[in-house]
């Protein structure tokens, strides 16, 4: 016999159910766990005095809602709802040692593993189901799984759920926070939503990599005239375009109201050469892929990236994995 027993809530949470005494309705689950694979309980007198309550008006309020039934003899018990309550499968099932109290319930109408096609249950015997619609196929029966029982395993308590919510928005507006000291640290204030779209997916490394960016970029645009001002990159490219990379380290700037060393003066487009541009897209690309854009993505985006633009990206970037896993393990 199985030491596992299942209870449908069709039928413990139901108004029938739940309308019955509380000694009743603990009496029944008493009952589902000692019953055999067939849900017959043997011996009631014995088992009523074993657990220390109970009583024949339990026995008769369970009964006169179709919850239990009697053998002629009136000492073995079954539980109607048996088969919806539990689902058994062939390899752990043992029948009932009790065969002629079997045989006593199927002349009554109810179906055990095995049996013909009759309704066994309290739903199918009140007619709520008709005969032609109840499948009690016995292959389909043993590979039936209760969905409720199912869905309840490894499902999360409530206090681990309130945790994860709370640590969820403790991310978030720790996340928040750091965009809005990056939006504060970099000069140009513009595409400040497309920007924080791209931030909340970068890492702590990336971050901290972003902020001395943005920081050293500040330095160095107070030194930047109007018109050279206008090129530098919005707060969203300077994070796609990993623009924020190329000043980690601040190089030394020119006294106060000295002319702008060309170093610090970011390119014009159009003085750009066709490799560095290429560069630039190619950086672009592996940008997109690190944040999980897949290539039809990137194809499809405003800036039309070629299929020979995203493999080049990948190929780049698998020669630097390859680079870093040989050094690794040279080190090593």
């Not at 849900?39 to 008769?60: N, P, Q, T």
């Not at 593993?113 to 739903?123: A, D, M, Q």
């Amino acid at each position: 016999m199985a030491k596992k027993r299942m209870f449908s809530a069709d039928i413990v949470r139901s108004d029938l159910f739940l309308d019955l005494p509380i000694s009743s309705q603990l009496l029944y689950f008493h009952f589902g766990m000692i019953a055999d694979d067939d849900g017959i309980v043997a011996s009631i007198k014995r088992e009523l005095s074993y657990l220390g309550f109970g009583s024949l008006d339990d026995l008769k309020c369970l009964h006169d809602k179709n919850l239990v039934e009697f053998t002629d003899d009136g000492k073995i018990l079954f539980i109607i709802d048996w088969r919806k309550n539990n689902s058994i499968r062939n390899d752990i099932y043992k029948p009932t040692f009790y065969l002629e109290a079997r045989e006593n319930l199927e002349n009554k109408g109810f179906s055990f593993k095995g049996s013909k096609s009759v309704p066994s249950t309290l739903h199918e015997r009140n007619g709520d189901v008709s005969l032609d619609k109840i499948r009690l196929d016995k292959d389909r029966l043993d590979l039936d799984i209760d969905k409720e029982l199912v869905s309840g395993i490894n499902q999360p308590t409530l206090d681990q759920i309130e945790s994860v919510s709370e640590s969820e928005t403790l991310h978030n507006t720790q996340i928040k926070n750091k965009f809005i000291e990056y939006s504060d640290l970099y000069p140009k204030k513009t595409k400040k939503r497309e920007a924080f779209e791209v931030f909340k997916n970068l890492s702590e490394a990336e971050i901290s990599k972003l902020m001395i960016g943005a920081k050293n970029m500040a330095t160095v645009a107070k030194n930047l005239t109007a018109d050279d001002f206008k090129f530098l990159k919005n707060q969203a490219t300077f994070i796609t375009d990993e623009a924020y990379l190329d000043y980690l380290t601040l190089k030394p700037t020119a006294p106060p109201g000295s002319e702008t060393p060309d170093w610090a003066k970011p390119k014009p487009p159009e003085e750009l050469s066709e490799s560095e541009k290429y560069e630039i897209r190619i950086r672009r690309i592996q940008r997109l892929i690190r944040l999980g854009k897949p290539d039809s993505e990137i194809v499809g985006g405003s800036n039309k990236f070629t299929i020979e633009e995203i493999a080049e990206a990948k190929k780049q970037q698998a020669d630097l994995e390859k680079i870093r896993l040989e050094a690794l393990e040279k080190m090593n």
